[in-house]
């Protein structure tokens, strides 16, 4: 139905081959697409780079959005080699351990900064990077959860981070839409990723997720990438600002 054939596509969050982001990249990559992929810091490099040159990715390098110049860096180097990008894909987030088991009251100001420069700003500053480089268009997509508008036991801090996120998108969307690039947010179910494994309980919510969810069937990361592969590709060049529920019909139920 679609191809993503000589399509450039950026993508930020890979941890092992269980992450979402890694859903991601095989299903662009299957399109056609080719990819440039990052790595959080030295320790996770070993881990990152088998699977980015698995794919053949064309640019690999560490990116850590807190430190300073490294996500220039990572968009120099694709201007330099590509000239162009056409899909960002987003899928980092991060919350200090005391401030996400503790109550959202509780949390404190400097936990809050944080999460929310690492989870939304830099999204917003990967975008705004992109943006020079999408002159014929593109997409942008970040990684949500519904526990943005719903209250998730144990989720905490994270439910207002994200749901900071999708309003990102939301008026992202709205800022870029003449410009032909779209931003959308992926929100899957639960499901058992290296960043889940932070939240308390989180195995409950699984098993509660699979019982409750029309489909009685978790989301998988192929599901994600089938997703981010769709809305990457001229098919789904008039959809924007949507945050799509990827989760067997769970966000519908009571």
Not at 246 to 254: E, M
């Amino acid at each position: 139905m679609f191809s993503l054939q000589g399509q450039k596509a950026l993508i930020v969050g890979i941890a092992n081959e269980h992450s979402i982001a890694w859903g991601c990249a095989q299903a662009l990559k299957a399109q056609g697409a080719e990819l440039a992929v990052t790595w959080l810091n030295d320790k996770a490099e070993p881990h990152v780079r088998p699977l980015a040159e698995r794919l053949g990715a064309e640019i690999m390098l560490p990116l850590d959005v807190s430190q300073p110049g490294q996500l220039e860096k990572v968009f120099s180097e694709i201007a330099a080699r590509w000239g162009r990008l056409d899909t960002l894909v987003h899928s980092i987030a991060f919350a200090p351990k005391a401030d996400l088991h503790g109550r959202v009251v509780d949390c404190s100001p400097d936990g809050f900064a944080l999460s929310m420069d690492i989870s939304v700003h830099s999204f917003l500053r990967m975008i705004r990077l992109a943006e020079p480089l999408m002159d014929e268009g593109g997409c942008c997509m970040a990684v949500s959860f519904f526990g943005s508008s719903r209250v998730v036991r144990h989720y905490n801090m994270m439910g207002p981070v994200k749901a900071a996120l999708e309003s990102a998108v939301r008026y992202a969307a709205a800022e870029l839409g003449e410009k032909g690039i779209r931003v959308h947010a992926l929100s899957p179910g639960p499901l058992k990723t290296r960043a889940a494994s932070g939240i308390d309980h989180f195995d409950e919510l699984l098993e509660a997720a699979s019982e409750r969810a029309p489909t009685h069937q978790l989301a998988s990361i192929e599901d994600v990438g089938a997703m981010a592969a769709f809305l990457a590709s001229a098919a789904a060049r008039n959809l924007t600002g949507g945050v799509h529920d990827i989760d067997g019909g769970f966000s519908i139920t009571a």
